[in-house]
């Protein structure tokens, strides 16, 4: 054999492993962390699915969502929400809550990391302000989960940011 088989040899043996860890990594994503293989579904599968309409949209009213014994209303300031403006939300009913009412926000059809806000308390009321991250997809879906300090409350609401 001559150098330049046993190079081609080496070369397309390297390439072979290589491409048998990628393909691993993508058809067994539990070998991942939930972490990854979460984006890894998000990224492939969700983003070019169609998105299902919401059954109720911030950027056109106000949203009320069930939560235990009464109801908490969500507002947005913007309408439509806009990716890079800054966007207040104003919700209330929960009156029980302390002054730690906390948003997780982030997004469902593609990994944008997740924004974390601390709601400030006006009244009987709270306001958080955010700016949506540009996406390039063209509709971009993102929840806001909210917090009691860092307690879930099991209460969410998603919203769409049209490019």
């Not at 106000?62 to 403006?85: F, G, M, N």
């Not at 982030?106 to 990391?113: A, I, R, V």
Request: charged share 15%; hydrophobic share 40%; aromatic share 6%.
């Amino acid at each position: 054999m001559n150098l330049k088989t046993i190079l081609l040899l080496c070369g397309a043996l390297i390439g072979g492993i290589g491409s048998a860890w990628a393909v691993f990594g993508l058809l067994h994503p539990s070998a991942q962390s939930p972490r990854q293989a979460e984006s890894l579904l998000k990224d492939s599968a969700l983003s070019h699915d169609p998105l299902t309409p919401l059954p109720c949209s911030l950027n056109t009213s106000q949203c009320t969502l069930p939560y235990q014994d009464t109801h908490i209303s969500i507002e947005s300031s913007a309408r439509p929400i806009k990716a890079l403006q800054p966007t207040t939300l104003r919700i209330s009913g929960l009156a029980n809550l302390t002054d730690t009412l906390t948003l997780k926000i982030y997004g469902l059809n593609m990994e944008m990391g997740t924004t974390t806000l601390r709601a400030t308390k006006e009244g009987e009321s709270y306001q958080a302000t955010f700016t949506p991250a540009i996406c390039s997809l063209q509709t971009m879906r993102y929840r806001i989960a909210l917090y009691d300090g860092a307690q879930e409350l099991g209460v969410f609401i998603d919203f769409d940011v049209e490019q």
